[in-house]
């Protein structure tokens, strides 16, 4: 019998080792109820298997803010991968209903943009109460993990050609700049060191906070209500670079 591994696909949903079963299971332990989940049940893959347990921590963590301070989707039930548990992680998240994201083209308000500025300031505040047993899940060296890759180094210069090109050659100015000190910028060891450099305390850093990830109540884009911000996969305790 082969062994079963998180890199093997599974016969679970989406190709993975989770079942409706396992999720069934662990709603009815956190819930405490023996209902069932129905016919009409569904899913719909939106991720990529990835930092499932860094997830899950961010959550832990953002739970214990005091409830009405910020918005943040309710957690029915998780597990996290571990040595006793390689291929079954999952997070059973609060399907928020009426928002999402608005064009992608928008000016937003200072009015709008504040309430995002104070939910990643509770957020970031509520992070230096994190126990020393909770960051080790975070990456020590976020810039080196990602940036070390002959990948992402190619795809950085591939963007800086189309930056060359884009407006008529608007920005070639810039783009040269950037080319010269390109050294600079892929110091890895100066950005992963840069809080101990500048005597800060390690924060929360959501790692990838992009209008995508921050959604909004959609009345209509003249009267955006913002909800709360989304996507923990890939956040770390470095500096201050979100």
């Not at 597990?79 to 998240?93: A, C």
């Not at 994201?101 to 109460?129: E, G």
């Not at 060296?141 to 050659?169: A, Q």
């Not at 850093?205 to 989304?230: K, M, Q, S």
């Amino acid at each position: 019998m082969t062994e079963k591994h998180l890199f093997v696909p599974g016969d679970g949903l989406c190709g993975t080792h989770v079942t409706w079963d396992d999720l069934e299971k662990s709603l009815q332990h956190s819930l405490i109820t023996r209902a069932q989940l129905g016919p009409n049940k569904s899913l719909k893959d939106f991720g990529d298997g990835k930092s499932c347990n860094v997830e899950i921590t961010v959550y832990e963590q953002l739970a214990k803010i005091p409830n009405g301070k910020i918005k943040i989707p309710k957690i029915y039930a998780s597990k996290k991968f571990t040595e006793s548990n390689p291929t079954k992680g999952f997070i059973i998240m609060e399907h928020l209903r009426g928002v999402g994201k608005p064009r992608t083209l928008i000016n937003y308000t200072p009015k709008q943009l504040k309430q995002v500025l104070r939910f990643i300031a509770i957020a970031t505040a509520n992070s230096l109460n994190a126990s020393s047993e909770e960051r080790e899940v975070f990456p020590k060296t976020p810039f080196k993990d990602v940036w070390s890759s002959g990948y992402v180094i190619e795809m950085w210069k591939k963007n800086l050609i189309e930056l060359r090109s884009w407006g008529y050659g608007k920005f070639k100015g810039e783009t040269e700049r950037l080319e010269e000190i390109a050294s600079e910028l892929f110091d890895l060891n100066l950005a992963d060191g840069l809080a101990e450099e500048c005597g800060m305390t390690r924060v929360l850093c959501h790692g990838d906070l992009r209008p995508a990830n921050v959604l909004w109540r959609l009345n209509d884009e003249e009267d955006l209500r913002f909800c709360t911000i989304i996507d923990y996969q890939v956040p770390d305790y470095p500096d201050t670079r979100s």
